[in-house]
């Protein structure tokens, strides 16, 4: 995990009624659009499916990000291993 002024970056979702949703410990918001949402966290890279989906709120510099639409699943990948640079994103969606 990633270590801001001394403490830990903790990453943890919440989500009511599979309609709205907010995210702890996300590092950057890589893509979104109405059906997909893409963000690094501190877990990993977390793929969020739906509907209408919205970014109502993203605070990088706190790691938060609130989604609100109906939402169908979250799909998690494994980043490189701590000390190695991850892949990009275009190589990780060809492989």
Request: hydrophobic share 35%; net charge negative.
């Amino acid at each position: 995990m990633e270590e801001l002024n001394g403490t830990t970056r903790m990453h943890k979702v919440t989500m009511t009624n599979r309609k709205t949703c907010t995210i702890n410990g996300v590092n950057d918001v890589l893509s979104f659009d109405v059906h997909e949402i893409l963000l690094e966290t501190e877990q990993g890279m977390l793929m969020i499916k739906g509907d209408d989906l919205h970014v109502n709120r993203l605070t990088l510099d706190k790691g938060e990000v609130d989604v609100d639409g109906k939402i169908d699943s979250f799909t998690y990948s494994d980043v490189a291993g701590s000390g190695q640079k991850a892949d990009s994103l275009l190589a990780k969606l060809f492989r």
